[in-house]
């Protein structure tokens, strides 16, 4: 695809660009908006303006003046990723990349060049490589996973619980999803600071992004070796053992793509679902109210927020037509998650609530639906429930105003979220718990509130046992010890 090929109008003419000196901003060659560069910090105000100017599928330019469509609606998206005859992810089918226009050091080179994965391959090998994935995952002790997510938490809490302040960003957010994502490959001993960041630097498209991910990938290339000479009860050692027969290198390369995306996904839906519960009226008043729970707010930011704004790249396999414009074959697209989830033709009111309806993108759709989008939820759920229940007069530390995003053309996550609350000591995490985990609806968190002493006051105080209604009230507490001894023995 040249920039010749992206003519609005459906014609074979080139679009005039710019005459020298002339102070468009964001504009490249062929007239084309740019995804990248000091115009395109607003990413979300680009592809409105490319929504307006073309509809729901635009031409773009990606970094270094690539060609990209990109693709707006909803529905455009939604035929796109489930019509594998028309559309693929084999990259090596992209103009860009088969003429040199994508040289080898591109800064995305890391997530559009080829790899010997199900997000890649089509066909019987589709289903042989991502049937070795999902049967992996379904080895999985969800309610293990679920207390490994509880303890993660203690564990990152108790770094800062005696400081009555932190940065639930780079403190919270961004270390849980790799702590657990670590359990669950195999690799506990991993989990560090330098994994993080070359987690996060990845897929920022920096000049450091190449340097980061072939440290990943020896992370993960001896995890490999250790499981295949040694194998335990990991995801790694099923996917090895799995009657795909995955050779080491697709081995490798398929836990990049679980455990970054994983990472990445759920990193930012962690911060996006703290802030609405920190900054949205709405959801305070819902959640203090016991009409949201947790697991809801955290369907709303997928809608609002998706962990991933659009996914590189779609391809494709021939002539077609798509939102009204002319897709040659070989042309590349961007799956567009952040801007279909917005499409004024299935949300033309924003502030509608979304509650229930989970027909968002931001897990893509068709073949190459995210696997693990439940472990994704799992982490936000039990993270975030875990963290209000041990700091629950947890607030913002800082006007929403003030705080400040980082875009890529992937995605847009919060630099950090500020907050305070009152310090406490460090519990001990391994101890076995007193009392039995019940999810709470009194969170005290959000921006400060003035007080509010006729609520306090209201509040109902525990009865004592010997006031207890004779019939009803014995069978609480053995039900509840019943519940702890099923938590406990991970029934």
């Known amino acids: 695809m040249t920039p010749e090929h992206l003519s609005p109008t459906g014609t074979d003419e080139p679009l005039a660009g710019p005459p020298p000196g002339c102070p468009a901003h964001g504009i490249g060659p062929g007239g ?19 929504r307006e100017e073309h509809g729901p599928v635009a031409p773009a330019l990606l970094h270094e003046d690539v060609p990209i469509w990109v693709v707006l609606g909803h529905s455009e998206n939604l035929h796109m990723v489930s019509t594998p005859s028309q559309y693929c992810r084999d ?65 990152l809490v108790n770094k800062f619980c005696e400081e009555g302040r932190a940065d639930l960003v780079s403190q919270f957010a961004e270390h849980l999803p790799m702590a657990v994502m670590c359990q669950i490959l195999g690799m506990p001993d991993e989990y560090n600071d330098r994994i993080v960041h070359a987690a996060r630097d990845m897929l920022r498209g920096t000049e450091t992004s190449i340097a980061s991910n072939a440290y990943i990938m020896d992370v993960l290339m001896r995890l490999t070796a250790r499981r295949r000479a040694e194998p335990e009860d990991d995801f790694t050692s099923h996917l090895i053992n799995h009657s795909a027969r995955l050779t080491d290198e697709e081995v490798g390369q398929h836990l990049r793509v679980v455990l970054m995306a994983a990472y990445e996904a759920t990193a930012n839906l962690l911060a996006n679902v703290l802030r609405l519960v920190f900054t ?16 809801q707010a955290v369907e709303q ?40 989830n917005v499409d004024p033709r299935v949300r033309p009111d924003l ?47 800082c006007d929403e105003d003030e705080l400040h995003w980082r875009a890529s053309i992937l995605n847009r996550h919060l630099v950090e979220l500020p907050v305070r609350f009152d310090p406490r000591p460090q ?39 010997q006031q207890a209604p004779p019939t009803p009230e014995p069978a609480r507490p053995l039900g509840a010890w019943r519940r702890l001894l099923r938590w406990w023995r991970g029934y």
């Not at 990248?36 to 607003?42: D, I, L, T």
């Not at 080179?109 to 379904?138: F, K, N």
């Not at 897709?327 to 279909?340: C, E, F, K, S, T």
């Not at 502030?351 to 897990?363: D, I, K, P, Q, V």
Request: proline share 9%.
């Open 280 to 295: 949205d009226p709405g959801f305070r008043a819902q959640l203090n109210g016991g009409q949201m729970t947790v697991p």
């Open 427 to 465: 519990q001990d995490v391994t101890a076995r718990p007193a009392s039995v985990p019940v999810q709470r609806t009194d969170w005290q968190v959000g921006a400060a509130q003035p007080a509010q002493p006729a609520p306090a006051a209201a509040a109902p105080r525990p009865v004592p046992a």
């Open 301 to 340: 930011s997928l809608w609002d927020e998706p962990p991933f704004s659009t996914q590189l790249a779609y391809v494709a396999k021939q002539d077609t037509e798509l939102g009204g414009q002319r897709i040659r074959r070989g042309d590349g697209l961007l799956l567009g998650i952040a801007p279909g």
């Open 91 to 155: 990259t090596r089918q992209w103009t860009a990349l088969q003429d040199g226009t994508i040289k080898p050091d591109h800064p995305l080179m890391p997530l559009v060049a080829w790899q010997p994965i199900c997000c890649h391959a089509e066909g019987d090998e589709h289903l042989r490589l991502r049937g070795a994935v999902t049967g992996a995952m379904s080895t999985i002790n969800h309610r293990g996973i679920r207390r490994h997510i509880n303890r993660s938490t203690q564990h």
């Open 351 to 397: 502030t509608a609530n979304m509650m229930g309806n989970r027909s968002h993108l931001a897990f893509s759709g068709g073949p190459h639906e995210c696997p693990g989008q439940d472990i994704g939820r799992a982490i936000a759920d039990v993270g975030v429930d875990a963290l209000l229940n041990r700091l629950p007069d947890i607030q913002l530390d």
């Open 32 to 50: 084309l908006r740019r995804l990248y560069g000091p115009e395109a910090e607003n990413l979300g105000a680009v592809y409105e303006k490319l």
